[in-house]
């Protein structure tokens, strides 16, 4: 069964460097999206992308993310400089289009575990 | 802010009882789905409910809907050690690039 993966599955990082998180979504959807997941909290909605742009993003995605679709396949969340409060699991989802009976649910990958120090 | 309330938070029961827990809101929703989470691991899809009063089963998990579309509910029959997980009920989108939003979740623990 086609599945999203994510890579790494944990990356530990120093405060003030870059990371970027990457996902290959499932290959037929069309919709991709980031969440996280601080330990203990709500899975929390980070961005929706769709034909090479965000269609929406919430107050935590700030100038210090980026995503990108670099090609066909990968999708992937960058964060510039970061910070100990960036500490969490973070989610990549995909979503199929309309011509698709479920177009609006969305499938998870694994997680990457980001531990900022 | 569209918030799902999810009851009980944590629940342990006794392998083979059966259990409900519930998700609810103030807020209609175009669907709603429930997903079930293990610790480290992502949010795994079980159902989405469309229609107000559906009904739909998977193996032992019984899904329904409310008739107004506010809340849902997930009966679970025999409960068996592998049922342990996270589970969360979530707003579906109104569109195909609509965020999930997830309620708090119910933790659920069956002892062998």
């Known amino acids: 069964e086609p599945e999203v993966t994510q890579t790494p599955s944990h990356q530990v990082t120093q405060m003030g460097q870059e990371v970027i998180l990457r996902c290959v979504p499932i290959?037929?959807?069309?919709?991709f999206y980031w969440y996280r997941q601080i330990l203990g909290q709500k899975v929390e909605f980070l961005v929706s992308f769709y034909n090479n742009e965000i269609s929406e993003k919430s107050e935590i995605f700030d100038d210090q993310f980026s995503v990108e679709r670099p090609d066909g396949s990968n999708f992937t969340l960058k964060i510039r400089s970061t910070k100990l409060e960036d500490s969490a699991m973070y989610f990549c989802?995909?979503?199929?289009?309309?011509?698709?009976?479920?177009?609006?649910?969305?499938?998870f990958g694994p997680g990457t575990r980001l531990t900022v120090t | 802010t569209q918030l799902l309330e999810q009851s009980p938070q944590f629940l342990s029961i006794q392998e083979g009882e059966n259990l409900t827990v519930y998700c609810n809101s103030s807020?209609?929703?175009?669907?709603l789905q429930w997903y079930r989470q293990e610790p480290g691991e992502g949010p795994v899809l079980l159902v989405t409910v469309v229609t107000g009063g559906e009904v739909k089963k998977l193996k032992r998990l019984t899904f329904q809907f409310g008739d107004a579309r506010k809340d849902s509910s997930l009966h679970i029959t025999a409960a068996q050690t592998g049922d342990t997980g996270l589970y969360l009920c979530?707003?579906?989108?109104?569109?195909?690039?609509?965020?999930?939003?997830f309620g708090s979740g119910t933790r659920l623990s069956i002892r062998p």
């Open positions: 989802a995909s979503s199929a289009g309309q011509v698709f009976a479920d177009y609006y649910e969305q499938y």
């Open positions: 807020s209609v929703f175009s669907s």
């Open positions: 979530a707003r579906g989108g109104y569109s195909s690039a609509s965020k999930i939003i």
């Open positions: 290959s037929n959807h069309l919709y």
